[in-house]
């Protein structure tokens, strides 16, 4: 009888789930390939991050090649693999910004901040960077690992402590004492994700898809205020944080993409409240008009090709529409990995696999 | 004393065997020969522009010849019907790493296949990227299998290859590859890059694979693999079912169907497998290491041309062959470091009363 019981609240659940799945109105929109590059190159790759500045210009930071390891030094590092190009409001290159600095291996992310400043993550350097307008460097978050190991570590002596960094490296990370994402001010991030702000200028790192599972705030010199999260399924933990976005009281939206919900926490890290439906989120981005909402990409499989789509939604957790699907055509996506909602019915997504920006018209 | 023995010749053997395993003499015999001669110095050059080691050719409906090589880059060159260097397409894009194959659609598209990012990426004529299918690795990921030494893996997952090695396309714009080094299927996509379907494991069964490492489709959309590995052809229908083996041909290294991948019907369509050895072999089976068959479409051999060697006309390891007029053919050689334009002369063979 109980079973029985169960098993009929069970298939009123999933009833109410499809139901629920399928209440989701379908957004009309248009959609544009973006970006020009001169036909000998540069070429897009995988574009990790795009974000527009107050002018419309486009900063998009992509994976372009391979890191490259060095041979025959006493210290084998990695360099290149991903760069960062600057495009118009329309979409033509006009150059590339930072080159050949000295983090730029795997990008995962980008983001413009309210003053026009650009800030790149990159998952394989293990840092946030934040550009000036001018390009310039104006902060530097986390450290690249040192070196890179090029044949299977040796067992850790006993009391030797853990190295730094994500893949397998990281000699010489400060702080190294200490488990990396311990929340002391140098310690290292594990495979970052995304950067945000609140008002203040306090800077909020997810962090990431390594081992730390942690968001680490930041003041806006870069001095350490506090981290919160671990890895796990419960309230205030995280299975992969892929992305963050703060809403206007300041308060913080994780996209914890392993437990397939949103967390929400106020500034310094107390648990508010969680919502799912909103499918395995990959990015996310507050829009800034008066009534704020969340666009969050879907990708349920690992390459973006089966199951995929952009939700709206409100920041009481009810999602208000969806629209796109998976795919490789003009209007479906490969892993949408980053939105830009600067204009809240006109986006930028960007796409791993499918290489492009698509200029995203909702109607 | 005798297991130390036998433990010594084994190791003593390992190398040679392991070699010799992959590699057999064609057991066709008595096959006519076609005359044939190689253009001279087709391929040009501008001073300072390199090929490296020749890995792809293909022709386009135009005219056009594209190159992809490995140099000190892989990069992909495009010449024109005459051998000149045109232009460059594609550098330093992130499906670049290690070039294995290119092939052209019906629409003049150029498809890069490269072994090193595991990806295909479509280029239209002007050299723009359309699509791509497959995925490189995350650095990161990778840096825990350092140094790399990659193996079989046969993860057979939709939109991953594993060293996939060729393309071809049908009538309806499918694409079909030849996955590869650490998987052994033959998988089908629709033209919008949609998997379709995958067959094969590894093996040396009916839809088994020991590296299939060339592949090519007909008129009718059949599907032509060089299973080099297994030193046959295997032949599939446009759904992947088993059709044929054809297998006296030796290692197939590149196979290439003639006519163009359409869409005019192009009438009489021949097979043509290259059994190129490196040219590390010994001297001796140079006459047939080098050699390229010529057959008709249901298996009948009708000739072969070719031995290894360095000179014009001779062949250092043929890693593909393009054969859109079934009597030039294009062939790139990896150890040469070159392509050649070869003209056939079937009409001067000489008739063998031979069985």
């Known amino acids: 009888m109980t079973r029985i019981i169960t098993a009929a609240a069970i298939a009123a659940i999933l009833a109410g789930g499809t139901i629920a799945a399928q209440s989701v109105p379908e957004i009309s929109f248009t959609a544009t390939d973006l970006l020009r590059t001169p036909t000998e190159g540069p070429f897009v790759g995988e574009v990790a991050g795009v974000g527009a500045n107050s002018r419309g210009q486009i900063f998009v930071y992509t994976r372009t090649g391979h890191p490259y390891a060095t041979l025959g030094d006493n210290r084998t590092f990695s360099r290149g693999g991903s760069k960062l190009f600057l495009f118009d409001a329309k979409g033509n290159f006009v150059r590339e910004w930072g080159q050949d600095v000295y983090g730029f291996n795997a990008a995962i992310g980008l983001r413009v901040d309210p003053q026009d400043n650009v800030w790149t993550i990159d998952v394989a350097a293990n840092q946030v960077v934040k550009f000036n307008a001018d390009g310039s460097v104006g902060l530097v978050l986390g450290r690249k690992p040192e070196t890179i190991a090029v044949r299977p570590a040796a067992p850790p002596a006993p009391g030797a402590p853990a190295a730094g960094g994500g893949g397998g490296g990281g000699g010489g990370q400060a702080g190294a004492k200490l488990p990396p994402g311990s929340g002391v001010p140098g310690s290292g991030f594990n495979r970052p994700t995304d950067v945000a702000w609140d008002k203040a200028g306090n800077i909020y790192v997810a962090d990431g898809i390594g081992t730390n599972n942690r968001i680490a705030k930041f003041d806006r010199d870069g001095a350490f205020i506090t981290n919160w999260g671990s890895t796990g399924g419960a309230p205030g933990q995280f299975s992969g944080v892929k992305a963050i976005a703060l809403d206007a009281q300041g308060n913080v939206y994780a996209a914890d993409a392993g437990n397939k919900r949103i967390q929400v926490f106020d500034g310094n890290g107390k648990f508010l409240r969680e919502f799912g439906n909103i499918g395995t989120p990959l990015a996310m981005c507050m829009t800034r008009g008066a009534t704020q909402y969340l666009y969050v990409s879907h990708a349920g499989d690992e390459d973006g090709m089966d199951d995929a789509t952009i939700y709206k939604v409100a920041l009481d957790g009810k999602v208000v529409g969806k629209f796109g699907a998976a795919g490789k055509l003009l209007k479906e996506f490969g892993l949408a990995n980053s939105i830009d909602c600067r204009n809240e019915n006109d986006l930028l997504i960007g796409e791993l696999t499918n290489w492009r920006v698509q200029r995203v018209s909702l109607k | ?355």
């Open chain 2, 1 to 355: 004393m005798t297991r130390l023995l036998m433990t010594a010749l084994a190791l003593a053997l390992l190398p040679a065997g392991s070699w010799l395993s992959a590699q057999s003499r064609a057991t066709a015999t008595n096959v006519p020969v076609i005359p044939h001669e190689a253009v001279p110095n087709f391929f040009k050059n501008p001073p300072g522009i390199y090929t490296g080691e020749n890995m792809g050719i293909a022709t386009s409906s135009k005219g056009a010849i594209y190159i992809y090589h490995r140099a000190y880059e892989t990069r992909l060159f495009e010449y024109t019907s005459q051998g000149q260097f045109v232009r460059e397409i594609g550098r330093n894009n992130y499906g670049f790493a290690f070039a294995h194959s290119v092939r052209v659609d019906a629409r003049d598209n150029i498809w890069a296949v490269d072994e090193g990012t595991d990806m295909l990426v479509k280029f239209s004529p002007e050299g723009r990227v359309l699509m791509t299918i497959g995925r490189r690795d995350d650095p990161v990921a990778m840096l825990a299998n350092m140094p790399g030494a990659g193996r079989f893996h046969g993860r057979n997952a939709k939109y991953r290859f594993g060293r996939q090695t060729d393309v071809a396309f049908d009538q309806q714009g499918n694409i079909f590859v030849s996955d590869g080094y650490f998987d052994g299927r033959v998988v089908k996509y629709d033209k919008n890059g949609r998997f379709v379907k995958a067959v094969g494991t590894r093996g040396n069964g009916q839809l088994q694979f020991n590296t299939p490492h060339s592949i090519a489709t007909d008129f009718q959309g059949n599907v032509y693999v060089g299973d080099r590995g297994n030193a046959r052809v295997q032949v599939l229908d446009n759904d992947l079912n088993f059709k044929a083996i054809y297998p006296n041909v030796g290692n197939p290294w590149a196979v290439c169907v003639s006519g163009g991948p359409g869409p005019k019907n192009p009438g009489k369509q021949y097979l043509y497998v290259s059994n190129s050895w490196p040219d590390s072999a010994p001297a001796g089976p140079a006459e047939y290491t080098g050699e390229v068959y010529k057959l008709e479409l249901d298996g009948t051999i009708v000739g072969k041309f070719g031995r290894a060697g360095k000179a014009p006309g001779q062949f250092a390891t043929i890693h593909q062959m393009d054969c859109r007029d079934p009597d030039v053919i294009y062939t790139a050689e990896i150890n040469n470091w070159r392509s050649q334009k070869i003209l056939l002369k079937p009409q001067q063979m000489k008739t063998t009363s031979q069985p």
